[in-house]
T-cell receptor, first 114, second 110 residues
Framework: GAGVSQSPRYKVAKRGQDVALRCDPI?????LFWYQQALGQGPEFLTY????????KSGLPSDRFFAERPEGSVSTLKIQRTQQEDSAVYLC????????????FGPGTRLTVT | RKEVEQDPGPFNVPEGATVAFNCTYS??????FFWYRQDCRKEPKLLMS???SGNEDGRFTAQLNRASQYISLLIRDSKLSDSATYLC???????????FGRGTSLIVHP
């Protein structure tokens, strides 16, 4: 397909486990964003890549969160030692332009930490 | 004050009604604005871009008011299928990172 894909779609983790969430953006899109969305809230910015460079990680809530995009295409968001408050939907979006342009979202990964 | 604010609603309107939502923002340097639609348990999808002159697409009209720092979305002749959450997005900060409002819930009933 031509859209943004994310995997897994659902993830249940026990508290303290590490998880890795994958995002495959639209081919040729320069910008890639990760967001965290809690129920009833809008997406909250986590981090932004322009190609392989992580230009902004100001939204990552703690040093347990780490993201990478080593070849400027696929990105992985890793959460170490998961906590219950990490339960949320994690959305990935890509954009042809640098920030400020239209974004295309993947279906999200719903993470539940028990 | 939050960077982007929206009335969460819900706005409950009958089919055929006209409804409008506002979204206020605090960064006066923002240049481009967007409205996204999000259905329950789905990802946000781009509805409209909002540039200086505003934008109209069928039953949907988006306007920008720079002086008062808000954008608006007007939906005419509401359909049942318009029921969703409408998110505004304003690029914020020095690197113009997209900042989402919490969304406004619209329920269109028969």
């Amino acid at each position: 397909g031509a859209g943004v894909s994310q995997s897994p779609r659902y993830k249940v983790a026990k508290r303290g486990q590490d998880v890795a969430l994958r995002c495959d953006p639209i081919s040729g899109h320069v910008s890639l964003f990760w967001y965290q969305q809690a129920l009833g809230q809008g997406p909250e910015f986590l981090t932004y890549f322009q190609n392989e460079a992580q230009l902004d990680k100001s939204g990552l809530p703690s040093d347990r969160f780490f993201a990478e995009r080593p070849e400027g295409s696929v990105s992985t968001l890793k959460i170490q030692r998961t906590q219950q408050e990490d339960s949320a939907v994690y959305l990935c979006a890509s954009s042809f332009q640098t920030p400020g342009g239209e974004q295309y979202f993947g279906p999200g990964t719903r993470l539940t930490v028990t | 004050r939050k960077e982007v604010e929206q009335d969460p609603g819900p706005f409950n309107v009958p089919e055929g009604a006209t409804v409008a939502f506002n979204c206020t923002y605090s960064n006066s340097a923002s240049q481009s604005f967007f409205w996204y639609r999000q259905d329950c348990r789905k990802e946000p999808k781009l509805l409209m871009s909002v540039y200086s002159s505003g934008n109209e697409d069928g039953r949907f009209t988006a306007q920008l008011n720079r002086a008062s720092q808000y954008i608006s979305l007007l939906i005419r002749d509401s359909k049942l299928s318009d029921s969703a959450t409408y998110l505004c997005v304003v690029p914020s900060g020095g690197s113009y990172i997209p900042t989402f409002g919490r969304g406004t819930s619209l329920i269109v009933h028969p």
